[in-house]
C-alpha cells in the first residue's frame, strides 16, 4: 500500500476540457484565429496553458501566442465552473484513500492559481494536503521538481509515493523522480502512447485505482454503473 498518492488534476480527478475548449476559443477569436473542436483541444493539453496556446496557433509569432495566452488566462476564470466536473467516482476514491490514512497531494501543469482554487470548489472537504500548479520559475512536469517539493514538504519517501495521471508527462515525471505511476486511461492522452511508455500500473475504470493502490483492502462503495 502507497501512503503517500499524488493526482495530476485535469483528465485525473477531473473532465476540465469543455472550459478549456470554451476560454481557448474566446482567446483565439480575439485574435481573429480559427478555432478548434473539443476534440482537437484534447490534444493540446498536458505542457501548461503557454504550451496549450502555441499548439492551437501554431503558426503564430511569438508576440501573438502571448496576446492568446493572456486572454485565455483572463477568460479560464469566467469558464470553467461551468465547463468541469469532477469524474463520477473520484470522490469516493478520494474518501477511501483519505480514510486509509494516506497522504493526498495534487500536481498539476495547470497555473497555480487556477489548480488550487479549483481543488478548493470541487473538493471543499479539503483531503489534499497539498496542492501544487505550475509557478513561475519552478520546472513543470516531467521535471521532477514539483515531486521533489511535495515529497520534502510532506516528509513522504519516494519508496512509498506514487503519481497518478492520465498522460505519458505525468508517467516521465514519476519516472524522473524515482517513483511509481498509475496510468488512467479515462483522461486526455493516447491509449498506445500510454502503454508505450510503461507505467507501473494502469486503471481503466475509476474504481480500479483504489484495487490497484491498496490491493489488501475492500473498498465499501460499489463501482458507478
Avoid at 62 to 68: A, F, K, L, P, Q
Avoid at 123 to 145: C, M, N, T, W, Y
Wanted: with cysteine; hydrophobic share 40%; glycine share 6%.
Amino acid at each position: 500500500m502507497y501512503s503517500h498518492i499524488i493526482f495530476d488534476l485535469d483528465g485525473t480527478l477531473i473532465e476540465s476540457l469543455p472550459g478549456i475548449a470554451a476560454a481557448l476559443n474566446t482567446a483565439l477569436a480575439a485574435s481573429k484565429l480559427p478555432t478548434h473542436s473539443i476534440e482537437d483541444v484534447r490534444t493540446f493539453i498536458g505542457d501548461g496553458s503557454l504550451t496549450l496556446c502555441e499548439r492551437a496557433a501554431p503558426d503564430q509569432s511569438s508576440e501573438t501566442i502571448h496576446v492568446i495566452h493572456e486572454t485565455f488566462l483572463a477568460e479560464y476564470p469566467k469558464a470553467w465552473k461551468s465547463g468541469t466536473t469532477v469524474f463520477a467516482g473520484i470522490h469516493e476514491v478520494i474518501s477511501e484513500l483519505k480514510g486509509m490514512g494516506c497522504t493526498l497531494s495534487i500536481l498539476s501543469n495547470k497555473v497555480h492559481e487556477f489548480t488550487t482554487e479549483m481543488a478548493d470548489y470541487f473538493f471543499p472537504e479539503k483531503p489534499f494536503d497539498l496542492v501544487l500548479g505550475q509557478r513561475e520559475g519552478i520546472a513543470k512536469k516531467p521535471d521532477p521538481s514539483g515531486i521533489h517539493e511535495l515529497l520534502g514538504e510532506l516528509d513522504k519517501s519516494s519508496s512509498n509515493s506514487i503519481l497518478v495521471g492520465d498522460s505519458t508527462i505525468d508517467v516521465i515525471t514519476a519516472r524522473n523522480a524515482g517513483i511509481k505511476s498509475l496510468a488512467v486511461t479515462w483522461g486526455y492522452h493516447d491509449k498506445s502512447a500510454l502503454k508505450a511508455v510503461s507505467p507501473t500500473l494502469t486503471a481503466h475504470k475509476v474504481p480500479q485505482i483504489l484495487e490497484l493502490l491498496t490491493p489488501t483492502q475492500v473498498p465499501s462503495f460499489r463501482q458507478p454503473a
